[in-house]
């Protein structure tokens, strides 16, 4: 246990990440040290925990009705607490008064524990401020197909903002799971399927979050996204490579360059190890190699999990030595598992440093967050806006980014006085606005005599407004997940009478099997839904031209209707402000810019498929089942055209420095847009088999008509590099095809060479593109 008990006398990690600028630096003083050496263990252990006021009826983690309430508040807070659980996000409570009990509940630890060291409020924050009359923003695969990352960081600083004010100190977001296979259901909680895109985006809400002071944590680390079969919780199987070269990457840029300061586990088990159980995960790669000196927080019911799902843990104490001990530092929601700790430490089978090396890290945090010296006495803000004008201004301009235009036959935008025919089960719903972690769709749900608080226009409402109410009818013709054809005959008939059909299917965002897709809500197939493109397939049937909006927090199977249709719009769950981008871009008041931050897929069967994919991966010539998806990584399309020329590399660049690209972009149409410059590359020849694409950097650029600019693009080799067969994260020498495009497909071709050793990658190498305009 030496080791241990050097960390607890204070040493610094090895290496850490830049922008450090805490109160107090990376080993937290004096003072936590007097704090811990003054504590008695049930002090140390009070600290390690959190504790839920739940009510009857919740169901928003899974097996939540697995374990009961013990205790009250008061009673388990006597020896002081760790953190508070979700004071907020769990029920519809007024802000202002709650805020108000939360400022006396502090108070009360202040005054009425022997140290006086009030809690940590966490909350979750994926689609914003998980409370009632937050504003809620388009879900994190909206914000990776806007390809916007300083969108997002204005976006994280404002739902900062709000927590800050609420007394709330952690926000359980952003989730920076690469995904693997959209049959999961979690995939609307995620950005993207490319790693890059992911670190980026996720690192600039870190970023903007904890601008605010209110900690940000990445979850869930690692590998959850790769479960097989797109199960949630279904065991992961990979080899070190992928995992180290793909779903690691986004964490280790959100900490070695967004200073993130915490990390959440992840519920699965790699080739049969719990990552919550595991050093390898949580310390070794954590804390010794990337130098992490935050808290590590458990899912909900982690710990636990390890005695009743995993069953590696013969019970809860067991399951709480296993992961204090791996390096796991606070239990949530509540102590099911680490307040048997005391007795472990008792009967010899802990040693009570791990108790205390994990309490150094959340008495650091406290200290940094400023809750060692806070007192509470001014009282919470009298006056709480959550969803102000600058709030709905971010969410309007976040959603009108992240659509995307798939393909378009002349259909779009349409003409002013066509008489437009609204039809589908998303067309006049707010839920399906948003994504399963949003307030709406997690929690309202289960109060459905309470007011949404926010105010949310539907799809309908806002083609009203945008075409006019005498142009605009509408039918639902359908639910979204039942085989109820009984609205078919209405749908058929508004369709046969209007000049266009707008149909707007998709998802139902919820929990647990309640939705079409969210947390626990997988798909053994991606055809859309129930009986929607049975829906789709009777109103093409009319000749009525169909325009179909997919408002969905997945990619679905949709082959079929990009040729039949006259036109196709994907939207990711677009948020309180969505229904008015989508009616924007129909009309062509908002000129599309979204890509698809996920492959379009062919089939089902060809599941999981990423675009990151070797030569082998395509199968085009050696089965007679290719993997060919419909649109690629990157894909959309504008009312405008753009043309790359003049494109330029670096002819030779030294492996450890960086690739010079330009490329000059023209406007080519007669409308202003925006154009997303994607540039890829490919290792020809390495020393393992490497994807035949692979996104080294991208730039968002607004252009009028007729307009140019020259985007430069440097390129740190580390973008390209991977682990070679011994494992090593390295950049080799050799040539690397380059090209810019409006997708992962190839366009304009360049070739360069990099040249010198074989270089391994550290915690000082550049990892992010960096982009310029002239």
């Not at 004096?30 to 009826?57: C, N, P």
């Not at 979850?219 to 690691?248: C, I, Q, T």
């Not at 309007?396 to 003409?415: D, H, M």
């Not at 908002?590 to 199968?619: C, E, F, K, M, W």
Request: hydrophobic share 40%; glycine share 10%.
């Amino acid at each position: 246990m030496t080791e241990v008990h050097e960390l607890v006398g204070g040493s610094a990690p090895a290496q850490a990440g830049p922008n450090h600028s805490r109160q107090g630096g990376h080993d937290g003083g004096e003072r936590i040290h007097d704090l811990l050496g003054r504590m008695t263990i049930e002090e140390k252990i009070a600290q390690l925990v959190g504790f839920w006021q739940k009510a009857d009826g919740e169901a928003v983690a899974p097996l939540q009705g697995e374990f009961g309430d013990v205790y009250k508040l008061e009673e388990f807070s006597r020896h002081g607490l760790g953190h508070l659980t979700r004071a907020y996000g769990t029920r519809p409570v007024d802000p202002a008064e709650r805020a108000s009990w939360l400022w006396k509940f502090q108070r009360d630890l202040v005054a009425g524990t022997r140290l006086g060291i009030p809690a940590i409020v966490h909350e979750e924050c994926l689609t914003g401020l998980s409370a009632w009359k937050a504003a809620t923003f388009p879900t994190p695969l909206a914000w990776g197909a806007a390809f916007d990352p300083e969108l997002v960081t204005e976006m994280a600083a404002a739902v900062g903002a709000s927590m800050r004010s609420l007394g709330i100190h952690q926000g359980l977001s952003p989730v920076l799971d690469v995904i693997r296979d959209p049959r999961w259901g979690r995939v609307d909680e995620c950005i993207a399927e490319d790693p890059y895109l992911v670190g980026t985006i996720g690192t600039s809400y870190v970023r903007g979050l904890q601008s605010q002071g209110v900690h940000a944590t990445l979850k869930h680390f690692a590998g959850y996204s790769a479960s097989r079969a797109g199960r949630n919780f279904g065991p992961v199987h990979m080899g070190r490579r992928e995992l180290a070269d793909v779903l690691l990457l986004p964490f280790e840029m959100a900490i070695l360059d967004g200073d993130a300061r915490s990390v959440m586990h992840s519920y699965s088990e790699i080739d049969g190890v719990p990552v919550v159980a595991d050093p390898t995960m949580l310390t070794g790669i954590l804390r010794d190699q990337w130098g992490f000196d935050g808290t590590v927080v458990a899912d909900y019911y982690g710990v636990a999990f390890l005695n009743l799902l995993h069953q590696v843990a013969s019970d809860h104490a067991d399951a709480a030595r296993q992961t204090l001990t791996a390096g796991l530092d606070v239990e949530l929601p509540t102590g099911d598992a680490y307040l048997t700790l005391s007795e472990s430490v008792r009967a010899g089978k802990l040693d009570e440093a791990f108790i205390d090396r994990a309490v150094l890290r959340v008495l650091r945090q406290k200290q940094e967050l400023g809750l060692l010296d806070a007192t509470f006495d001014d009282g919470p803000p009298q006056a709480i806006d959550l969803d102000s004008p600058e709030h709905r201004s971010i969410a309007r301009r976040l959603a009108e980014k992240s659509i995307v235009l798939v393909a378009n036959q002349g259909a779009l935008p349409l003409p002013a006085g066509r008489r437009v025919a609204l039809i589908g089960p998303n067309a006049d719903r707010q839920g399906a606005l948003f994504g399963c972690y949003s307030f709406l769709n997690h929690v309202l749900v289960h109060h459905p005599d309470v007011e949404t608080g926010i105010e949310v226009p539907t799809v309908l409402d806002a083609l009203r407004v945008e075409f006019g109410d005498d142009l605009v009818t509408s039918a639902r013709g359908c639910d979204v997940d039942t085989d109820d054809r009984s609205g078919f005959d209405e749908a058929v008939a508004t369709a046969s009478a209007a000049d266009v059909a707008v149909l707007v299917v998709g998802d139902n965002a919820g929990l647990f099997g309640r939705g079409t897709v969210g947390e626990g809500c997988d798909r053994d197939d991606l055809e859309l839904p129930g009986v929607q493109r049975e829906l789709v397939e009777a109103v093409l049937a009319t000749g009525t031209p169909v325009v179909l909006v997919l408002l969905t927090g997945r990619p679905y199977t949709v082959g079929w209707a990009l040729s039949r249709c006259a036109a196709v719009v994907q939207t990711f769950f677009p948020g309180e402000e969505g229904a008015g981008a989508i009616a924007g871009v129909l009309s062509g008041r908002v000129n599309p810019s979204g890509r698809l931050p996920i492959t379009l897929p062919g089939s089902a069967g060809a599941q999981p498929y990423s675009y990151l994919h070797p030569t082998l991966g395509t199968g085009n010539e050696v089965t007679n089942l290719a993997a060919t998806p419909v649109a690629p990584f990157g894909h959309g399309l504008s009312y405008t055209t753009f043309a790359y020329t003049d494109l330029t590399v670096s002819s030779t660049v030294p492996t450890d420095g960086a690739i010079g690209a330009s490329v000059r972009v023209t406007n080519t149409g007669e409308v202003a847009g925006d154009d997303v410059v994607q540039l890829y590359g490919r290792d020809l020849v390495a020393s393992v088999t490497r994807p035949l694409a692979q996104l080294l950097g991208y730039r968002r650029v607004h252009l009028g008509p007729g307009e140019s600019v020259t985007v430069e693009l440097t390129v740190p080799t580390t973008r390209l590099a991977f682990s070679d067969r011994t494992y090593t994260r390295v950049v080799e020498p050799g040539e690397v095809e380059l090209w810019v495009g409006t997708s992962a497909q190839r366009d304009a071709q360049a070739v360069t060479t990099l040249v010198g050793d074989t270089v391994p990658v550290t915690n000082a190498s550049p990892r992010w593109t960096s982009t310029d305009i002239r």
